[in-house]
């Protein structure tokens, strides 16, 4: 998934499993292989608080990324 993240300029991916099955150990793996590479990685997070807040995944995405402040994106 890499080296077609690098060859298309970009994915977006998501990792759907049960608890215990190893989706943080895949995603470390990945992030380290990336980094090791200079290849630039954004990364949200979702909180079970905010299942009600549309895209806040992406707002704290952009947040970060441009460094925009919270109350700029509400």
């Given amino acids: 998934m890499l080296d077609s993240s690098i060859e298309k ?3 977006v991916c998501r990792i759907i499993a049960d608890a ?3 989706k943080s150990r895949l995603t470390n793996t990945f992030i380290d292989q990336a980094y090791d590479r200079n290849v630039e990685i954004l ?3 979702c909180y079970p608080y905010e299942k009600f807040t ?3 995944p992406w ?3 952009l947040s970060y ?4 402040s919270k109350t700029i994106l509400r």
């Fill in 20 to 22: 215990g099955l190893g």
């Fill in 43 to 45: 990364i949200g997070y």
């Fill in 59 to 61: 707002k704290e995405l």
């Fill in 9 to 11: 300029g970009g994915v």
């Fill in 54 to 56: 549309p895209f806040y």
């Fill in 65 to 68: 990324f441009w460094e925009f």
